[in-house]
């Protein structure tokens, strides 16, 4: 039931003690307050993560190849390993159930493009048909390559956005027209956009054949990429990623007489393994904010508790009047934990509220790859603040208590 007598009670305590109040609330308020800013930047890291992961498919494994540092079989060191088709088709056949998405490459840097007088450098990518679900990239219009490409070596090409805004001003108009790559011409079948930026926008994709007649390199693959299915867990995923990279590195050491302990001439990465390495960094830095937070809050609840205390010693005549007078034990200490449960949801409120404003109106402005829209969950917020009003009720329970126990006969000689 609501009581005016006790909030003026609280209210004439406050204002006789103004400053030590306003310090007491500041403690609290300034607890919360960095714990949601540090909560809220957690997450923005969190979304940096995400995004920066949304550059490609996200169980992509890698295979190329550099030249051999031990020598093997009677074959010299630094020997120049090239993949192969051949490598390409061993591993669509012996482990196509389980890969999801594949494409060999063979990249070229600076394929030169030209349309009329428009002119550009670009990255110069002979692919397969799943490439585009391997880079996590969009059609824009047109098409993609296909197997029918692939089989013909067609001259045709599909272009990032910005090298067709380069050569086209409009990326729109770019689909069946006809450029120059290198002097050679090809024919624009699709514009594609890739959530990796503008650099990844600035490719130039034609089928893989094709690409090897022009630099009369047949049957010669760069490097390869593949999905496998996921499992139902992460762990079990990043196993069968590293199980295939793992029996598959031995196949191509065999078949292209690589000693078995060269860690040079076949190189491999799994995102698998960076996104650990991203979620546990994430996990470290999220547990070292909580804790900031939390122990930031415990010293303005320990300042809660210490204000109450004194507040006690300085009402120690008062309440051994109210005593003396019928008060019980039970009315003594709700009064004590009014005040600190008011003076505690009041700052731990205000706190909250500040936090979030500052959120909201600040990490729109932050523009950096590694803090994207850094957020708190309202209800987590909410959550956070009631068990502070909890912790602050307990903070005061204990001095609460301790002067409901006190004597009237010694309340009243106190000075």
């Known amino acids: 039931m609501f009581n005016i007598e006790r909030w003026q009670e609280i209210f004439e305590a406050i204002g006789k003690n103004k400053l030590r109040t306003a310090l007491t609330c500041i403690s609290v308020m300034s607890g919360i307050f960095i714990l949601i800013i540090l909560l809220g930047i957690g997450e923005g890291m969190k979304n940096g993560i ?104 067609a001259k045709v090409v599909c272009v990032g956005i910005r090298v067709a805004k380069d050569l086209f001003g409009d990326y729109t108009i770019a689909e ?60 079990a995923t990043t196993q069968k990623a590293n199980k295939f990279l793992k029996q598959y590195t031995s196949y191509l050491k065999k078949n292209h007489n690589i000693h078995p302990d060269d860690l040079k001439a076949v190189q491999t990465h ?50 051994g009047i109210r005593k003396a007078l019928g008060a019980t034990p039970k009315s003594i200490v709700g009064m004590i934990l009014h005040e600190a449960i008011f003076i505690t949801t009041l700052s731990g409120f205000i706190g909250l509220f500040l936090s979030l404003i500052l959120l909201e109106v600040i990490g729109k402005q932050i523009k950096n790859e590694y803090i994207l829209n850094p957020s708190v969950d309202f209800n987590i917020a909410v959550i956070i603040v009631l068990l502070l009003i909890i912790a602050g009720a307990l903070a005061g329970y204990i001095p609460a208590r301790h002067a409901s126990r006190i004597k009237p006969i010694i309340a009243l000689r106190d000075e």
């Open 176 to 235: 069946g027209k006809f450029i120059d790559i290198n002097k050679v011409q090809f024919k624009i079948i699709g514009v594609y956009s890739d959530a990796g930026g503008e650099r990844e926008d600035a490719n130039l994709f034609i089928p893989h054949n094709t690409m090897t007649k022009v630099y009369n390199d047949p049957g010669k693959i760069g490097s390869m990429k593949f999905t496998l299915t996921p499992e139902s867990t992460f762990e």
């Open 50 to 153: 995400k995004k920066q992961f949304e550059n490609d498919a996200a169980s992509i494994v890698n295979v190329w190849s550099k030249s051999t540092s031990i020598e093997y079989k009677g074959l010299n060191p630094n020997r120049n390993i090239s993949l192969t088709t051949d490598d390409y088709e061993f591993a669509k056949k012996r482990y196509g159930d389980h890969i999801e998405t594949k494409s060999g490459f063979y990249r070229k840097w600076g394929g030169f493009a030209t349309y009329k007088k428009e002119s550009g450098s670009y990255t110069f990518i002979g692919v397969m048909p799943d490439m585009l679900s391997l880079e996590n990239a969009k059609l824009n219009s047109g098409r993609f390559i296909s197997e029918r490409d692939l089989e013909k070596g």
């Open 270 to 319: 799994s995102s698998l393994e960076g996104a650990r390495k991203y979620i546990m960094i994430n996990v470290i830095i999220s547990l070292f904010f909580w804790g900031i937070g939390i122990l930031t809050l415990i010293a303005g609840i320990v300042g809660v508790s210490n204000i109450m205390l004194i507040i006690v010693k300085e009402r120690t005549k008062e309440i």
